[in-house]
């Protein structure tokens, strides 16, 4: 099985795209361009990253912001899986603090990135979706998400990373997708023995393809009846977090990204009772 060091390296390369800012309701805001650089050094001990964006959102403007970093480790805070997808987050919630996490998706020429944001009072105040492509490799942009993608039986494998074991845990995973009526979602996980359930369900007068999500439960007592918001996101993506965080509650959070019509990746952060990292899960499934 690869390290986690081998696994981030699956992110080499340059890659253009954009930053776009998400508001509460999944409304689209300011957008910059972007270019990211991973490149290998030093025998491939060492990774240097860039990243250059562009407020006007013109890919070939100055960049009005140029950051450049060295790799030779990996904090705990990021954790990489066999296909270079990855999830990021803080290790521990603190009361007055504000709390993101962050989800990385990788398939050929294509990354699928997302920022979940909550103010310092533990409310889900915004997102950013990052859109990358391989440069030159004439990769294009997967059609915005709807409930009707998602739809159906889907199959595959877990693997997950606990903050107290390195090493993946494999599980069969399986997904039922199953619309109640037009507009609602009835979303079922299976991660070997562990169920949960989501069930989404429109917002009156919502400006965005945005849906409340209750009846949450599984692997945390503290999970079940937790409020929280479904968005459906530009370039096949999803992201489903509670309403409000506190550190003195489990929780999780999640993102998701449809890289194919028949193939779907999500990323799952969970934290225990006191607002500590459990584990980090990403599961690969394909349509049946």
């Not at 996490?101 to 990354?111: C, L, P, T």
């Not at 429109?202 to 393809?209: I, M």
């Not at 409020?227 to 489903?240: V, Y």
Request: glycine share 10%; aromatic share 8%.
């Amino acid at each position: 099985m690869a390290s986690q060091w081998q696994n981030f390296q699956r992110n080499l390369g340059a890659w253009r795209g954009s930053f776009t800012n998400v508001d509460a309701h999944g409304r689209e805001l300011e957008c910059s361009a972007s270019l990211l650089t991973l490149s290998s050094a030093d025998e491939g001990r060492a990774v240097h990253f860039r990243l250059r964006r562009s407020a006007s959102g013109d890919p070939v403007a100055a960049p009005s912001q140029d950051t450049a970093q060295e790799y030779r480790t990996l904090g705990k805070q990021v954790v990489f899986f066999d296909n270079g997808s990855f999830s990021k987050g803080s290790l521990q919630i603190a009361p007055a603090t504000r709390f993101g996490a962050e989800y990385g998706f990788i398939s050929g020429d294509r990354r699928h990135r997302l920022v979940q944001l909550f103010a310092d009072d533990g409310t889900f105040s915004s997102l950013v979706l990052i859109r990358e492509f391989r440069d030159g490799s004439g990769a294009t942009e997967r059609p915005p998400l709807s409930l009707e993608q998602l739809g159906g039986r889907w199959q595959g494998q877990a693997a997950t990373i606990e903050a107290d074991w390195p090493e993946p845990t494999l599980v069969d995973a399986s997904i039922a997708v199953d619309q109640p009526d037009a507009a609602s979602l009835r979303l079922e996980t299976r991660l070997g023995p562990e169920s949960t359930v989501v069930v989404a369900r429109p917002v009156a007068d919502a400006a965005g393809p945005w849906y409340s999500a209750d009846g949450l439960s599984g692997d945390a007592a503290s999970d079940a009846g937790q409020a929280g918001r479904l968005l459906l996101l530009p370039d096949g993506g999803l992201s489903l977090a509670p309403l409000q965080i506190s550190h003195r509650q489990g929780f999780r959070v999640e993102a998701g990204w449809l890289e194919s019509p028949h193939r779907w990746q999500r990323l799952i952060r969970r934290y225990g009772p006191r607002g500590e990292w459990l584990s980090s899960t990403h599961l690969l499934a394909r349509r049946i």
